[in-house]
């Protein structure tokens, strides 16, 4: 079958397998390989992009589901040269180890502050319950979403500012 | 890596097209909303459709709402949906104390009400709470639609009283005045099934006594997801710890869990009982207006 889909602003077609899943045309038919493929079982939360905004594990979607629909991945967090906050975060803070579940947990981070710019601790461990850290390095991926929701919250007072 | 066995892939934009196309390709057809349980299982080739029909467009089914004394739930209703609706948080708070503990938070922007009840697994914490509550399964077909009772809805494990060429579109629950509920689970990990769990709503009459109750149990083997013995040795009764107790105690032994890597017998029909009695006494406690 054949799809098209907007992927991180971008229109993409291709002529698939039904049962091709969205992670595999991500990694594999565009070559977008920032979107990690982990557990396979949409446990573990490496493969987490946005499908018409919402992050959703695309293990467990099938690339057929986002056909007309709108994907974002970790590529496109970062605006040219500069770094999400959320990316920036995760540098200052140490968020990552092995950085195999990054991509996931920033695309999570990314949508919660967009919901809810100055969550507490609580409200970031909820939010990324889903996305699994073998290193469990979950301290520092806690403070480098903090780290991100006080910059940009920064950022925009000094924009306004100007 | 793990990929399903090829299928057919159909896609309906209305409930209507969905039976004609659930119709036209027989038995081994299924229709596919969030994924979430259908798809693992074709990935373990436990599930093999020849054709999948996706209802991810039938965004008019996503709606928690409330008619009349009833509240409806569209079968599309996604749980990030149910956990956040204001009109279950009035109403029936077992609604979002049983999502909290569904899988997580990016999982629940996908999977549905209806493809969890659909599922029937016989861990599934939705369906547990659907019993409890009592209400009705709106299922569709060509020929128009039919209402069946929720205790009647699933009719064995992975099987509901669905048919072919049927579809569930909608699940009604009365709003019951000076009423409580509340869900409570056990598991492994955060995010897993159920080791057990249970949830119960109650119902006071103007005394303070139960003038009606519904339990929900899960994961342990009880018929149609309830423990209706239980319920009636309960109602009519003050809502005091030891005629609560009693009613657990009947629950836990009328259930019929399976040792398995979760944990043996005695010790899943030892949470039921704890489990039972805790789910009690909060909706007891939130039907009186306390804060629970």
Wanted: aromatic residues 4%.
């Amino acid at each position: 079958m054949r799809v098209s889909m907007r992927v991180n602003g971008a229109e993409t077609q291709a002529e698939i397998e039904p049962r091709l899943l969205l992670v595999h045309y991500l990694r594999n038919t565009l070559g977008l390989t920032g979107t990690h493929w982990g557990c396979d079982t949409s446990n573990c939360g490496a493969c987490t992009v946005w499908l018409d905004g919402l992050p959703v594990k695309s293990c467990t979607t099938l690339a057929a589901m986002a056909d007309g629909h709108e994907v974002r991945t970790v590529e496109d967090l970062a605006d040219g040269e500069s770094l999400d906050p959320v990316q920036q975060g995760f540098m200052e803070e140490h968020g990552l180890q092995c950085g195999f579940c990054t991509p996931g947990m920033m695309m999570t981070a990314r949508a919660l502050l967009d919901r809810d710019p100055d969550p507490d601790e609580a409200t970031i461990r909820e939010a990324i319950s889903g996305n699994l850290c073998r290193c469990t390095g979950y301290e520092n991926i806690v403070r480098a979403i903090r780290w991100a929701a006080e910059h940009q919250a920064t950022q925009a007072r000094e924009e306004a500012a100007l | 890596m793990q990929v399903p066995a090829p299928f057919e892939y159909e896609r309906a934009v209305s409930v209507d097209e969905a039976i004609a196309l659930l119709a036209r390709h027989g038995p081994e057809a299924r229709l596919v909303a969030g994924g979430h349980s259908l798809l693992p299982m074709m990935k373990l080739r436990l599930a093999r459709p020849e054709t999948l029909i996706d209802i991810n467009g039938l965004a008019d089914l996503d709606y928690i709402r409330t008619e009349g004394d009833e509240i409806a739930i569209g079968a599309m209703t996604r749980h990030a949906g149910v956990l956040d609706s204001a009109v279950l948080a009035e109403h029936y708070r077992i609604f979002a104390e049983a999502e909290r503990v569904i899988a997580d938070p990016i999982v629940r922007n996908r999977g549905t009400v209806g493809g969890s009840l659909c599922q029937a697994d016989p861990s599934e914490d939705l369906s547990a709470v659907f019993a409890a509550l009592r209400g009705t399964a709106v299922i569709r077909s060509a020929s128009g639609s039919r209402n069946v009772d929720l205790r009647q809805f699933h009719t064995g494990p992975y099987e509901t009283a669905v048919g072919a060429a049927e579809m569930l579109v909608e699940v009604r629950l009365p709003i019951r005045p000076n009423c409580g509920s509340a869900y409570e689970k056990v598991e492994r990990r955060a995010g897993d099934w159920s080791i057990a769990a249970a949830g119960a709503f109650v119902q006071l009459d103007g005394e303070g006594r139960i003038a009606d109750l519904g339990i929900g149990l899960t994961a342990v083997g009880a018929e149609h997801f309830t423990c209706e013995e239980a319920e009636d040795a309960l109602r009519g009764e003050a809502p005091a710890e030891e005629a609560i107790s009693r009613a657990a105690a009947i629950c836990a032994e009328r259930c019929q869990p399976q040792a398995d890597q979760r944990g043996p017998v005695d010790y899943k029909r030892h949470l039921v009982g704890v489990l039972v009695a805790r789910a009690l006494a909060r909706a007891a406690a939130r039907a009186r207006g306390e804060a629970a």
